[in-house]
T-cell receptor, first 108, second 113 residues
């Protein structure tokens, strides 16, 4: 079992739908990152959070430390949101433990 | 700031050749990482560094070497390239300290034929 699990692996939705991507981890963490990788390959950091909730535009990230679970939500989804979304957990050392990614496709 | 800069962006190598992927960051970050990403797969850590002069192996270090003589630069050396090293390589960096954002280079697409 991977230490960081994402679900779903693939998600296809219609434009405008509310999107939820989940990330569960089994290790103690100091922070959790959400990143976005576009089809061209570039990786961009979306959020880094250690507690509570963060919002940036139409993106919302939440984390529940007790349940070892984080979610990334996208409101009013748009085709340009199509990408792979990756969560990564930072433990007590210097390394990040990566989820396998969720491939999101938003159809117009 | 340029952020994290990787070169080259694309390269084709023949089996047995060697090459160096360059990575430079201008944010004075202590921590730097090299990852590889195979098609349809997640990122795998090759090597990382917590500061100049300090490097350590990640999950998949075989066939690679790194050095960190300055804070800014973290080159990745491929010795005796093999087809299994065909991948996309990402360099990343972040500052020391609790929960800081990680910044990625744009990636280097390497094909070994």
């Amino acid at each position: 079992k991977n230490e960081v699990e994402q679900s779903p692996q693939n998600l296809t939705a219609q434009e405008g739908e509310f999107i939820t991507i989940n990330c569960s981890y089994s290790v103690g963490i100091s922070a959790l990152h959400w990143l976005q990788q576009h089809p061209g390959g570039g990786i961009v950091s979306l959020f880094m959070l250690s507690s509570g909730k963060k919002k940036h535009g139409r993106l919302i990230a939440t984390i529940n430390i007790q349940e070892k679970h984080s979610s990334l939500h996208i409101t009013a989804s748009h085709p340009r949101d199509s990408a792979v979304y990756i969560c990564a957990a930072r433990g007590s050392n210097y390394q990040l433990i990566w989820g396998a990614g969720t491939k999101l496709i938003i159809k117009p | 700031n340029a952020g994290v800069t990787q070169t080259p962006k694309f390269r084709i190598l023949k089996i047995g050749q060697s090459m160096t992927l360059q990575c430079t960051q201008d944010m004075n970050h202590n921590y730097m990482y090299w990852y590889r990403q195979d098609p349809g797969m997640g990122l795998k850590l090759i090597y990382y560094s917590v500061g100049a002069g300090i490097t350590d192996k990640g999950e998949v270090p075989n066939g690679y070497n790194v050095s960190r003589s300055t804070t800014e630069d973290f080159p990745l050396r491929l010795e005796l390239a093999a087809p299994s090293q065909t991948s996309v390589y990402f360099c990343a960096s972040r500052t020391q300290g609790f929960g800081n954002t990680i910044y990625f280079g744009e990636g280097s697409w390497l094909t070994v034929v």
